[in-house]
């Protein structure tokens, strides 16, 4: 099981650092104030879109910097169904997971053969056309420029309705642990192993009878699904959408979310999202300057660590930087 | 017909913009593979230092060299001063990491642009800048029905000279053919004798301070510059590369100039909210069916 996550040497005192993470992030809620709680919530919300880039980008290698895109979907599907029909915001998740993931199927189905950098900027030009197209309110349903507001609370048939800062915390937490646990499972699958193997040799994997097309295609799906739960439970937080939240900009957080935790690698997603959500929050103090740290902090990462914080390890042998320099040469 | 005309010299002149930003970003990528994220904050911050110097060292300059030379100045300074930007980014966030590969190299790129452009915020601050109004005589000139300003014929007139000089120094000096060497096989463009090190010198001088240049132009053209328009630019430069094709200089000059013009045309024809849509969509119908852009050659894979 260890080995799963990727943990180093001495399965014993990792275990226990998990033991010891999960307590804290039980206890914790009950000791904090909202606004530690609420930053814990957004650390959540990047925690989950960065496990369903990792899907994409850190399983199968392809560079998709339109991923907001399908956050936005699935966001914008919770908020005019809820606020139009009523229908309630829980019974929404898998609806907006099956908006975004049909999307993904769509726009990606045509794009799906290109290569690297040009996957890249068609992924962007995606994720673009998505907020400008919010922006433009199409047939009057997505509110232009302001967004939709009046969002509801989830809640479940009425008589648990989560509405206060610790109830959402532990809602998206538990979708977060949700989530790994069955990205765990689909690591160690056919189609984790197809993934991994694509990502490494394209070419030998389709010699091979790899179908690349149709996991390239599942890993979209699969990540953009994800990405509309996100969406789902972002909405009903902040009560409100607009297509600012939902801009290029996200899409690269995302992106050095999956690269400074580690591609591929579930924890370093963790370590990843809580850098890109908790960072800002705790250097308040700068101010104006802030960014200007948050700037060079990502540089001098990748100065020390280009390969990620937590690196996934594979087999028997550390992947790492071997892996990094065929890539640089590639 | 004349609105089309009019149009037309409307998208190139945007265009041009495009096309001198895509230059930048089409050199780094041709010679290192990567995206230099942060070439869109270069044109901003050449925008806002040609901005100091036609506002606040105006009254000097203008006694001294007129209203032609302090253009001239500001764009120089501009350049200049980005250029060396240019190279300290280089030396600081991609030098050291570009050899460990591409991917931690784009995270640095954004951390450069990040950098950069709160950089920009903290010294000029976060409000809009309006460049001077009255900089170039509003001169409308009509051939044949259709309007043309002198700030039109200008900036494509300075555009056109910036790429014919770019073109004519790769296309036809030892040193335009050692980086185009260095971009095709870096390796034994080394063997060769080519020396890497000047290569990689010589574009990030180049690229930022043409990318500068028209920053200025931008700030003559639209008077209103902000400390976060580089990252709208940059997107468009950077699929006007992808449209010509990666990697090809004289790719990257027209995918600009296809850019601006499509962009102009959606606006006038089909809807001014949309017409970036409309972009996106032609680019991703191009690489459907283009899958190397425009003019991009054909790569044989890899195995």
């Known amino acids: ?330 | 017909m004349q609105v089309v005309f009019e149009q037309v010299i409307n998208g190139l002149t945007i265009g041009s913009f495009y096309a001198l930003i895509a230059l930048g970003y089409s050199m780094v990528y041709g010679v290192l593979k990567l995206i230099n994220f942060a070439h869109g904050d270069f044109f901003t911050l050449g925008s806002y230092v040609g901005y100091t110097i036609l506002v606040w060292v105006s009254g000097l300059t203008v006694v001294h060299f007129g209203l032609w030379g302090l253009i001239v100045i500001a764009m120089f300074v501009a350049a200049l001063a980005v250029a060396l930007t240019g190279l300290a980014v280089e030396r600081v966030a991609y030098r050291p990491i570009y050899p460990t590969g591409r991917l931690p190299a784009v995270v640095s790129a954004l951390g450069a642009s990040i950098f950069i452009q709160n950089a920009i915020m903290v010294v000029w601050g976060p409000r809009f800048q309006a460049y001077p109004s009255k900089l170039i005589p509003n001169i409308k000139f009509v051939l044949g029905g259709v309007n043309i300003t002198l700030l039109q014929i200008l900036i494509l007139l300075m555009s056109f000279i910036l790429m014919a000089v770019l073109y004519v120094v790769i296309q036809k000096t030892t040193f335009g053919a050692a980086v185009r060497a260095s971009a095709l096989d870096r390796e034994t463009a080394s063997l060769m004798g080519i020396n890497f090190k000047k290569v990689i010198f010589f574009i990030f001088f180049l690229g930022p301070a043409l990318g500068a240049m028209a920053g200025v132009m931008v700030g003559m053209y639209y008077r209103q510059i902000s400390f976060t328009m580089g990252w709208n630019y940059g997107l468009k430069a950077f699929t006007a590369t992808i449209l010509g094709g990666i990697g090809n200089l004289p790719g990257a000059m027209f995918g600009g100039l296809i850019l601006g013009v499509l962009e102009m045309l959606g606006a006038a024809y089909i809807s001014a909210a949309w017409k970036d849509v409309f972009v996106f969509l032609i680019l991703i119908l191009v690489l459907i069916f283009r899958p190397n852009g425009l003019f991009g050659e054909r790569v044989a894979e890899k195995v």
């Not at chain 1, 907001?68 to 029909?85: E, H, Q, R």
């Not at chain 1, 009560?239 to 690698?265: K, N, Q, T």
């Open chain 1, 1 to 330: 099981m260890t080995d799963r996550f990727s943990f180093n040497k001495s399965p014993g005192a990792s275990k226990a650092a998990v033991v010891a993470a999960i307590l804290i992030f039980f206890i914790f809620p009950f000791f904090a104030g909202d606004y530690a709680i609420d930053t814990a919530f957004f650390f959540g919300i990047y925690a989950l879109l960065g496990l369903s880039l990792n899907i994409v980008l850190g399983e199968v290698g392809l560079f998709d910097l339109g991923h907001a895109g399908f956050y936005a979907i699935g966001a914008y599907t919770t908020a005019i169904l809820n606020t139009v029909y009523g229908l309630p915001v829980l019974a929404l998740a898998p609806v907006s997971a099956m908006a975004a993931a049909l999307f993904a199927y769509l726009v990606c189905s045509p794009i799906i053969h290109l290569r690297g950098d040009y996957l890249c900027i068609v992924t962007i030009g995606m994720g673009e056309i998505v907020r400008l197209a919010l922006i433009n309110n199409p047939f009057n349903i997505t509110g232009g420029p302001n967004g939709v507001f009046g969002i509801d609370f989830p809640s479940l048939g009425g008589f648990l309705v989560i509405d206060s800062s610790i109830e959402y915390y532990f809602l998206i937490w538990g979708v977060v642990g949700v989530t790994i646990w069955g990205l765990v499972r689909l690591q160690n699958s056919k189609i984790g192993r197809a993934w991994n193997y694509i990502r490494e040799d394209e070419a030998a994997a389709g010699a091979i009878g790899v179908d690349v097309r149709k996991y390239k295609l599942l890993a979209f799906v699969i990540g953009a699904g994800i990405a509309g739960v996100a969406g789902n439970i972002y909405a009903s937080k902040l009560m409100v959408v607009s297509p600012e939240s939902f801009s290029f900009w996200e899409s690269c957080l995302l992106f050095c979310i999956v690269l400074i935790g580690g591609m591929g690698s579930i924890p370093g997603v963790l370590i990843g999202a809580a850098f890109i959500s908790l960072f800002p929050e705790i250097f308040r103090p700068f101010a104006m300057y802030r960014m200007l740290v948050f700037g060079s902090v990502m540089i001098l990462m990748m100065m020390f660590r280009p390969q990620g914080f937590w690196p996934r390890k594979r087999g028997r042998f550390s992947p790492g930087k071997a892996l990094l320099k065929q890539e640089g040469e590639a």
